[in-house]
């Protein structure tokens, strides 16, 4: 009959699970780019695995001057 957990059976069981956070990250993060002026595609930063994508894709937009933005806000006193 075979073993529960064989190779083919961790691969599908992964691309079950892989596929719905694949696009929950890439997905908003493709508009969020385009909406801000940056090409989309930075969005697949976020398939490099531990977060690392993501953190980069994050400090990147804070950062980085955006394109549709008038500048900085003033500070109310």
Do not use: D, Q
Request: with cysteine; hydrophobic share 60%.
């Amino acid at each position: 009959m075979g073993e529960l957990l064989a190779p083919w059976h961790l691969l599908v069981i992964s691309l079950v699970f892989a596929f719905p956070a694949i696009v929950l990250g890439v997905i908003p993060f493709w508009f969020i780019c385009r909406k801000a002026g940056f090409s989309p595609a930075l969005s697949l930063l976020n398939l490099i695995p531990f977060c690392i994508g993501t953190l980069v894709l994050v400090y990147f937009l804070a950062f980085a001057p955006w394109k549709t933005s008038s500048g900085p806000l003033p500070l109310k006193s």
